[in-house]
């Protein structure tokens, strides 16, 4: 992508390692891409609370309505090369997979907290032992800290869901700046080391949320979903 599209230099826009799969880029054809209803039926399995379930839902909806303004405005891969300068098209199944990963990204949180451990580690393992699915795994995997820089093409599903779950204080939409406000106060009103965490972790998302607003040509910072569309907040 041509970074010139945005108003000001953003960092941490690099080449990613495993990149074809980290940046939904190549073939989305591997492992089963379970429906909304398998994806609760796993919920059901691992006892995830209702509150959770609900949080879910509203991050998937969001994840999906971003994957979905991307292929209404690049097309779906259809395995010929796009000219230079053009964004590349969608994967085949990046509505359906961004949506399953989700419903599920949150699939161990429960466990966890009940016996501890990484939610996104562990769900990310039963989620692939369940579908064979290894993009909706690393969805998962990787939502809840993104490792690398960020890549030019940040319309994946990886990217929709981690940023969607910033943008759902429970199962309520809010703003970026609310939801760190929010974490900022249950989690680090004594911790400075926690603080500073955290306040890190809000620049990138704000970073991400300029990207994605740039590609998706449309400001997601002043946008909520109702009936699965992006539309302005009210």
């Not at 799969?21 to 691992?46: K, N, Q, W």
């Not at 998962?140 to 599903?157: K, M």
């Not at 004594?190 to 890190?200: E, G, L, V």
């Not at 910072?221 to 302005?232: E, K, M, N, Q, S």
């Amino acid at each position: 992508m041509n970074m010139s599209h945005y108003s000001r230099e953003l960092p941490w826009f690099k080449p990613v390692p495993w990149l074809d799969m980290a940046d939904g880029s190549g073939d989305m054809g591997t492992g089963r891409i379970p429906s909304d209803e398998a994806c609760f039926a796993l919920h059901d399995r691992y006892g995830t609370m209702e509150h959770i379930r609900q949080h879910c839902l509203r991050v998937a909806d969001l994840a999906t309505a971003m994957a979905q303004r991307a292929v209404d405005l690049y097309g779906l891969d259809d395995g010929h090369p796009r000219p230079d300068g053009i964004h590349p098209a969608c994967p085949a199944r990046l509505v359906a997979t961004t949506r399953a990963a989700g419903l599920l990204h949150d699939l161990a949180k429960t466990y966890c907290i009940r016996h501890g451990g990484s939610h996104a580690q562990l769900g990310a393992a039963w989620v692939l032992e369940a579908t064979g699915n290894y993009r909706i795994a690393q969805a998962i995997f990787l939502h809840v800290e993104w490792p690398w820089d960020f890549p030019a093409n940040v319309c994946s599903p990886a990217l929709f869901v981690t940023y969607a779950d910033r943008r759902v204080k429970h199962d309520t939409y809010v703003t970026v700046r609310e939801r760190y406000r929010d974490l900022l106060e249950r989690y680090a009103k004594t911790d400075a080391c926690r603080r500073t965490t955290i306040s890190s972790a809000y620049d990138r998302v704000l970073t991400l949320e300029r990207a994605l607003s740039a590609q998706l040509e449309l400001p997601l910072h002043a946008c909520t979903v109702d009936c699965g569309r992006l539309v302005p907040r009210t």
